[in-house]
């Protein structure tokens, strides 16, 4: 149990088009979802906390408008990165909170690897 | 603010030789703490963590970690590796009141088992 997908697992765009990532939590129910990017050889740095039917949180130096977060239920968010530049290519890994034995934890999904060019 | 320092970001062990992965970390306040591994091309998952109570963690794998407040770490180590153990390992923290929704990761460890 407690799946988290991620589609398209990889994708390569032109630089100033937009790219839609979507992340799913498969066989339960999370209120609350969590975009990070990880760059090569570092760790993974969280952009932004997602929650179903409000607006994200994002983290401090995170373009919101460049980083377009949607929880639209309880399975699903969307991260779209608008008007895509190469310094944008990077790791984007999702996850998602479940309640389990009396603490949350985090299912991550495997990634999507964009690369512009 | 928190921060997680991996030391070291490449360690080969040969099979069946024991091996720890350090993890140092920086807080001002209380701290949940929590391995992930990464195997090839999948996503993250949890190893083990530390909540409360014991401060000797074990998974079901043969890892365990220890806290160590005084020293504010919580080493990875394993008596003897195998190859399937070859991965990515990252060392998380959260803010307590938090719970584990908001996570600061190090810079993980590669580990790689020599046959």
């Not at chain 2, 360690?11 to 001002?28: D, G, K, M, T």
């Amino acid at each position: 149990g407690a799946v988290v997908s991620q589609h398209p697992s990889w994708v390569i765009c032109k630089s100033g088009t937009s790219v839609k990532i979507e992340c799913r939590s498969l066989d339960f129910q999370a209120t609350t979802m969590f975009w990070y990017r990880q760059f090569p050889k570092q760790s993974l740095m969280l952009m932004a906390t997602s929650n179903e039917g409000s607006k994200a949180t994002y983290e401090q130096g995170v373009e919101k408008d460049k980083f377009l977060i949607n929880h639209a239920s309880l399975t699903l968010s969307t991260l779209t990165v608008t008007s895509a530049h190469p310094e944008d290519s990077s790791f984007y890994i999702c996850s998602a909170t479940s309640w389990t034995s009396g603490s949350y934890e985090q299912y991550f999904g495997p990634g999507t690897r964009l690369t512009v060019t | 603010a928190q921060s997680v320092t991996q030391l070291d970001s490449q360690v080969p062990v040969f099979e069946e030789a024991p091996v720890e992965l350090r993890c140092n970390y920086s807080s001002s306040v209380s701290v949940y703490l929590f391995w992930y591994v990464q195997y090839p091309n999948q996503g993250l998952q949890l190893l083990l963590k530390y909540l409360s109570g014991s401060t000797l963690v074990e998974s079901i794998n043969g890892f365990e970690a220890e806290f160590n407040k005084s020293q504010t770490s919580f080493h990875l180590r394993k008596p003897s590796v195998h190859i399937s153990d070859t991965a990515e390992y990252f060392c998380a923290v959260s803010d307590v009141d938090f719970g584990n929704e908001k996570l600061t990761f190090g810079t993980g460890t590669r580990l790689t088992i020599i046959p």
